[in-house]
């Protein structure tokens, strides 16, 4: 499967309706099943040679709106993987502390260490996204942190940091049936907040502000990829496909020893 | 099975010849390969409910000499459970910023948050094993430093956080296989490390600084196992067994909602 084709261009203007929310390229559900297993074992072979490598890392951004399938995607693409290699960290709200901070001092806490991989549930691009749509920023911060957010992925990547960025795309129908699932099952009511009603009023402003942002923070090494979400299994195949993709090409080894051991006698 | 026997009861003078490396209490390995996906997915499901309750924490300490199965254990028994509930933590030599404070500043970084299960691979009780073994601290220091502990994991008990610790439980000869394992094959070379045959010559200073910590620190709340860890197999089984038991004990629920879901219209 090709993956670029989700893959946002660097200085494209991109508008979503371009993007399917729904598209499965083909692929039907069963055979998504049918390769799940081996897409996961090869994930995780590969992420035993960067941990024990110790010289690259692994940023995986996760964005998208209410029930876009964040939490689900964690659960289904990295569950598998060896938690030892594994953060995931969460952005809420911001506490008084971090914002008494600039926007990128919480989450720098958090980007992965050599031979880690981190997974960003929500980030620092809240900062531009919900921000901006509740009118807490303008257009010029706005701007202004796109540049900030760009320097501070070149200086993670630098350091070896390899970063993927993803939209999960979802349709307005398909939040519904998500928010009324969640109201009709009791054991997850949890996951929804009558809040959650007010942001979906605001899809419109969402769609504008994740346009912007992701034309102007797609770059050729640290990539935005549109990815349809309405179906889950799709969602989680496609971006098992790019993390595959991605860590082959920066290709992890076992470190070698820096002794000999064959002179090497146990008593 | 009764995992009991592997409890270390709080004020019992213990001798590690007491316990055995390669028990396997009459279970094969093809009996706990059978149960072990049932297990994943028991473990699964309550560490979910944990995760969405928030309310409760559970620590995993797990201690042993080099190549006694930290890093094994935590692929074999944590892989499976969704990584955004998980939190590995190594410890290694400390930093000199960390060695300028009290030796659980480091550590109380990383416990656990509400919700979380976190995994220390190597922990506080280096400070009570390698120093100690290494004439680092005297026994007076030794003392005090258990009474720390002591009071450092009631203060985490008192705030809903379970501790389990694990003492992996292997044989000299066993140690040996290990590391002869990791000199013939290219990609464990960078497993060991020349020092670890250093430590190995300490074998008997390491038992008897494991018997007098185990039998300073095991509680009624915060127990430590010795698990025969000779057989990985058998020791992954017992291990994911107690966490088994802890959690259900721990009985998280999924949030009630605080709003009436029959309420909502989603426009």
């Given amino acids: 499967m090709k993956t670029d084709a989700y893959l946002v261009r660097e200085g494209k203007k991109l508008s979503l309706k371009d993007y399917t929310t729904d598209g499965t390229k083909g692929v039907s559900k069963e055979e998504a ?5 081996q897409l996961q074992l090869h994930l995780f072979k590969l992420q035993e040679r960067l941990h024990a490598e110790e010289q690259q890392s692994l940023l995986v951004v996760l964005q ?6 964040k939490d ?3 659960k289904h693409v990295f569950t598998g993987l060896n938690p030892q290699g594994v953060n995931v960290t969460g952005f809420k709200e911001p506490t008084p502390l971090e914002l008494s901070h600039d926007f990128l001092w919480r989450v720098h806490a958090h980007t992965p260490a050599a031979g880690m991989i981190g997974v960003f549930n929500r980030s620092y691009y809240e900062d531009v996204l919900v921000t901006r749509v509740h009118g807490e920023i303008d257009k010029q911060e706005t701007q202004r942190r796109y540049e900030e957010i760009r320097a501070f992925e070149l200086s993670l990547q630098n350091r070896g940091t390899r970063i993927l960025k993803f939209h999960l795309n979802i349709s307005k129908d398909e939040q519904k049936r998500r928010f ?3 109201l009709d099952d009791p054991e997850k009511h949890w996951k929804f907040s009558p809040n959650d009603l007010k942001e979906r009023a605001l899809w419109d402003e969402y769609t504008k502000a994740y346009e912007k942002t992701l034309s102007a923070t797609s770059t050729a090494t640290a990539p935005w990829y549109v990815i349809p979400a309405d179906h889950k ?7 098992m496909r790019i993390l595959l993709e ?5 290709n992890p080894q076992f470190p070698k020893a820096d002794f000999d051991p064959s002179t090497i006698v146990i008593e």
């Fill in 33 to 37: 099943e049918v390769y799940k297993p």
């Fill in 64 to 69: 998208t709106r209410d029930a876009g399938g």
């Fill in 180 to 182: 009324q699932d969640r």
């Fill in 246 to 250: 991605t860590l082959n090409d920066m």
């Fill in 72 to 74: 689900g995607t964690i």
């Fill in 233 to 239: 299994w799709f969602r989680n195949d496609l971006i």
